[in-house]
């Protein structure tokens, strides 16, 4: 089965610079619904037989014109909700980047656990099971290869492509998924192979900003003050927290 891992389009908190989390009524930007048409388009010439998404609001959102154009009802899945950042959600990143666990976060995903919330080894867990579910399910339904999509977060995309590369979660910084990002996995019975990344089509001027650099890939000092999150993810690290690409720069 061959998986299409999308994120959500530029949010409302991602624009404001917040950690949207589980908070209820998170839309999308202007950007962010043309994203999700542009999505649309991008793989209205493929076979799609599936689209599963989170329950939250901004990813409803975007996979409402994908539905539409293939005539497909989109199912929730829980198990592919945004992370329960507990006491962490809501607040602004620049003021997360204070806290001591932010570094635990950055350095150690696989031992972080939010105050009141859940571990990061938990979301990990929870995602790519359900990932694989669903892959089980339309073996046995069709019989044969299927393409389906996933839409969800940065940072439950980062951990679901950390498994199918073999690399610990520890690593899963390391992944960059943008806003309305393709990331293709196919699921074999020996091994998962990863087909694309953080793809987002032909558009290069994110490059433009940092003469040649991926947005968000300044020269910070790792753990630094200015070491914010980037485009691969809302509690993504390594990048400046100033590089003035904030619609881009934030995750989830």
Not at 90 to 113: C, D, Y
Not at 135 to 147: F, V
Request: hydrophobic content about 40%; charged content about 20%; overall charge negative.
């Amino acid at each position: 089965m061959t998986v299409i891992l999308l994120r959500h389009g530029v949010s409302t908190s991602n624009t404001a610079r917040t950690l949207a989390g589980r908070s209820t009524g998170v839309g999308l930007t202007e950007r962010g619904d043309e994203q999700a048409r542009a999505v649309a388009e991008r793989l209205a010439g493929l076979p799609i037989e599936r689209i599963v998404h989170s329950p939250l609001l901004r990813c409803q959102l975007t996979v409402a014109p994908l539905a539409e154009k293939f005539g497909l009802e989109p199912v929730f899945d829980d198990r592919l909700i945004e992370v329960d950042y507990g006491e962490w959600t809501g607040r602004p990143i620049a003021e997360l980047l204070t806290e001591p666990l932010w570094k635990v976060v950055q350095r150690h995903a696989s031992g972080a656990v939010f105050p009141g919330g859940e571990g990061l080894a938990h979301v990990q867990s929870r995602a790519v099971a359900a990932i694989r579910d669903h892959d089980r399910a339309l073996a046995e339904q069709h019989g044969r290869d299927a393409l389906w999509v996933a839409c969800t977060h940065g940072d439950v995309i980062k951990a679901v492509l950390a498994d199918a590369l073999g690399i610990h979660l520890d690593g899963f910084q390391r992944i960059l998924v943008e806003p309305a990002s393709i990331s293709v996995i196919r699921y074999t019975p020996t091994a998962p192979y990863v087909w694309r990344m953080n793809d987002t089509g032909a558009d290069l001027s994110a490059l433009a900003a940092t003469g040649g650099q991926p947005a968000g890939a300044a020269s910070a000092a790792p753990g630094s003050a200015t070491s914010g999150p980037v485009p691969g993810g809302e509690l993504g690290g390594g990048g400046s927290a100033d590089n003035g690409n904030a619609e881009r720069r934030d995750s989830l």
